[in-house]
């Protein structure tokens, strides 16, 4: 097996810098197949094109994004891409901490469970991705210093935009209705190990105590990775990522010679 190259890339994440690193081979062999095969769609279709990454949490995916809408700029043989987070469709705090749900038995405030299905407006979202299908619109934002979404705060208006949230591709009503929108889609699976300790991992460098950080995946964290893993729903493409961060794809559909 060889060994692997990473490459740092310099990057803007949530508006902040940040130094990244993805194995040469994996952009190269993956990133960009992948974003000459949405080119192909995009041109063939004549118009805009929506693409989802569904993935669970702690895998990176708003940066991944991110990163191929980097590289599609950089390269300057591609068309505009635009990377757009799901994360700005939660409802807002005091939707959350007004509303409850019901779970095993037990009535439970929407602000405990922030991040799993219930907590997001799937009408909007399916409001929105029509929008956008029919010509430009505005996409709200999720504002990591409040915690709260920011309404119409991004113009969209790129012919390939890159949507990615844990949910997109989920198995469940009324989530699964959302994939008829989607013109591709690709779905990173990963090892629910591997999750709990990067999320684990994630919470004590934002300042929580190692038992902190434990107990608050096992009460929130843990039941969205499970969820993912058993109703994330099908995909064009399948990745997985791996302990080190790095992705491989498992599945490529091959119905669509595009694909």
Known sequence: MHEKRWRCYAMTVNGLPQEIRYNEATVE??????LHRLTALQVEKDGRILAFLAAPPATGKSTLLQFMEQLAR?????????ALGMDGFHYPNSYLASHTILRDGMEIPLKNIKGAPETFDVALLAEKLKAAKAGVTTFPVYDRR???PRPDALIVDAPILLIEGNWLLLDEEPWRNL???ADYSIRIDAAPELLRERLIGRKVQGGLSEAEARAFYEASDAANVLRFAAHAGAADEVWCMEADGDFVRIKLHTKNPLR
């Open 146 to 148: 409040i915690h709260d």
């Open 179 to 181: 994939r008829a929108l």
């Open 74 to 82: 950089e390269r300057g043989d591609l068309p505009r891409g635009q």
């Open 29 to 34: 062999g993956l990133f960009l197949p992948l």
